[in-house]
């Protein structure tokens, strides 16, 4: 096991708690546990009688907040698994309804800071970049084995990076890539279009980790099985760190709150769709300057909360 001396402070503690509206009995479902700083403010704030399901495809996630999380052993409940798995998970435990659930998404200080899987392009390690070690796609592969195009196609697609045509152009150039640290030399050192603040191998970095975890499609469905989990006036929050992530979550709460389906052209309304959330944050909440100041990579971060109504 790892060697952490100190627990990374979690994104915007106070307000999830404050959004997830916790209460003393409550039932929640922390679906992206990493090192259980959230779970255990949610714990330590529903006590007595409350329980968190936590939930991460990361083993070493499991294992950590476990250790974390040891004093409230008795009303806290872990799976390694991915969070689109979670209503299942919950069914088996009898963990539903519950008050309210939780995703920060993206990539954890612990992943960045301490495995070797290649996330990082500050640390040399491998291209693996899986949450999960049970899944067979990994960094590497895509990386080596895609066509130029395809591998193009995916950096955009996930990234939305105007140069990944040339970044694309110089991988093929270099293969074999064996570590983290190569390829982010090989895309710095690229002749890009395109020169923004942050490392030009950040974005390719994001749109390979993306890629390997099916995240895309691990939201959605995870949305969709939300609302089944929540009871009345239960609560979602969730934290993204992207545009293309936070693009699903919008699209997820329209769909909620619209109140026809019908075509525009209709004269009359004959699909009787009703709201069935409400939106508790017009505008996304996000990090104090204070908070980004001792944490910097919370900047991007922006908070959506909604709460199921029917």
Known sequence: MMNIKRYHYPVMVTEVVENLNVVQG????????????????ILEISQPGGQVLGIDADHEAIIISKKRLNKFSDCSFF??????????????????????ILLDLGISSLQLDFEDRGFSFSRNSKLDMRFSLD????????????????LSDLIYKYSEDPNSRRIAAAICNNRPIF??????????SANLKVRRKHHPATLTFQALRIAVNGEIKELENTLADSLSLLGIGGRLVVITYHSLEDRIVKNFIKKGT?????????????????????????????????????????????????ERII
């Open 135 to 150: 899944s067979q796609l990994n960094a590497s592969k895509i990386v080596n084995d895609y066509s130029e195009k395809s």
């Open 179 to 188: 570590s983290s640290t190569e390829l982010a030399n090989i895309i710095e």
């Open 26 to 41: 409550g039932r929640y479902i922390d679906g992206t546990l990493g090192e259980g700083g959230h779970t255990e403010a």
């Open 258 to 306: 619209s109140e026809c389906t019908c075509p525009p052209l209709n004269l009359e309304c004959t699909c009787s769709a009703e709201p069935y959330i409400k939106i508790i944050n017009k505008k996304p909440i996000t990090p104090s300057k204070i908070e980004i100041t001792s944490n910097p990579r919370s900047r991007s971060a922006k908070m959506r909360v909604i």
């Open 79 to 100: 799976s390694n698994s991915k969070f689109s798995e979670m209503k299942d998970i919950a069914s088996e435990i009898n963990f539903i309804p519950v008050h309210g």
